[in-house]
C-alpha cells in the first residue's frame, strides 16, 4: 500500500491541481467535485474482496441484479469487475437508487466509526479539519436514521483494511448492537 499510495498522491496532483469544492449536502448526500473527473471508486477494484454497499430497505426493489453485482439478495457489491451502473458518463442511477454509501464515500461508516479512504483524490487534496467538519455532518445525518438502518448501512471491514487504507476521524456513530 506505500509504494501504491505514492503512486495515488502523484496522480492525483497532476490530474487536480487545483482544490475542488467538497460539500455535504442535506438529505445525505457528499457533493464531491472531483468525482465527474475520477470515478476511481466506481470503477473496477484492485482488490480480490467485494466492497459491499448495502441499501435500506426503502431501496430495495425487483431488478437490482441488472444496476449491481450483489453479495446476496439485497446487498450490492462492487469487485474487479467495477459496478454495473458505471458508465462513460459517471453513474447512471438517480441518486435515491444508489447504496447510501456512494453518497458517503471517501467517508465509510463501520463499527468503530467513521473512516476516510486515503487515497481518494478529495480525500488527499482536503485538510484534515475539512474532513472532520464533513464526518460531523455524516454522523448527524446518520444520526437520524434507525439505529437498525445505520447497523445495515455499516460496512465490514477488517481492523488490518483500516490502519492500511483509511484515517479515522474519532466520530463514533452508535450502532443498535453497539
Ligand atoms: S475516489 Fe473520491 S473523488 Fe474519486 S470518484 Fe470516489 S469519492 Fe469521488
Ligand atoms: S451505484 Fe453509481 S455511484 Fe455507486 S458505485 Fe455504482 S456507479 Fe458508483
Redesign the pocket.
Known sequence: MSNDFHDYVRRWHAAFPRLRDVRWEEGGWLSNAYCPDC?F??GPQDSATPFP?PLLPSQYRPGLEE??YLLDATT?C?DER??????PQ????PRP???V??GLFPVVLTQAGLFLYQCCPAALHLPLRDWLELGERIRDWLLTLAPSDRQRLCLPLAAETLAEKYICLHLPVALENA
Open positions: 470515478r471508486c466506481c454497499m444496476d449491481f450490492p462492487l467495477g459496478c454495473k451502473s458505471c458508465g459517471g453513474c447512471r442511477l437508487r444508489r447504496p454509501a456512494c
